[in-house]
């Protein structure tokens, strides 16, 4: 292949092509869509915090209940629920301080989460009471991908959107459409757009480290001496995903801004 063709790989090992974009303005408000508690903060957190800083609000959709994030056969589930919650919401605090905005959950039981109509209502709905600039969710194109909550969270987003931007969709919701200016879809299959995040990294392991019942079965991390690893890996990947862009630590998205 010629090596100018527009959207054609440069390097094979990134993905790298001539047409990615780099750092959207800082919006006024995001609206970030995972199927579990930590999901957001694995997809986006280095990102949001950046926002946040910068002035943008930051609210959270998570689609299930998390009961499903554990090795322990014995947990009882609801308290697990309950606990992912509190950690969801202090992760949301961690990432966004005084910006932090709404953290919902729609309550799916984990594993079990459909894109279906009822759920897509849900999540227009929240889209069009929380009125954000800019959408993040999992890419549910994603190849090979197994998890079946992440793909509908991610159908869900994009789906979710379409229903909330135009008028004549749930015609019962108490709330006018929305249309947000933006997508971003982290673990993308095809990532086009690089966000700086090198001062960020930091935040971003903070609030994944809220999330304790997920150090074991998650973060691989029973000790202090795993925790570290769990850390030193996530900074390493950050720091390679920017390379290509020079910049030290990056979250990569597919960026679709024809809503
Ligand atoms: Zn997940």
Known sequence: MAANDPGQPLHPSTGLTTNWSTNL???PSALAIGAHPD???????????KWAEGGCTVHHL???????????????VAELAARRQDEQRDAARRLAGARAGEVRFLGYVDGELDSDLAARGRVALA???L??????????????RLHPDHRHAGLLACEGIVAARDPHFFREHPVPHHRPDAL?????????????????????LRA???????????????????????RARITDRLGALG???SMRAAEVFKLIDQL
């Open 39 to 49: 999901d957001v903060e694995f997809g986006c957190g280095g990102l949001l915090a």
């Open 25 to 27: 303005p800082t919006p």
């Open 208 to 230: 994944l480290e809220a999330h304790e019942s997920q150090f074991e079965s998650t973060m691989k991390a029973v000790d202090h001496a795993d925790l570290d690893r769990f």
């Open 243 to 245: 390379e290509p862009h």
């Open 127 to 129: 889209i069009r009471e």
């Open 131 to 144: 009125r954000p600039s800019v959408v993040l969710g999992h890419d549910p194109w994603k190849r090979y």
């Open 62 to 76: 998570v689609c299930t209940d998390g009961s499903k994030g554990t090795w322990n056969p014995d947990v009882n």
């Open 184 to 204: 971003l879809l982290w673990e993308a299959d095809e990532p086009d757009h690089a966000e700086d995040v090198s001062d960020f990294v930091a935040a971003k």
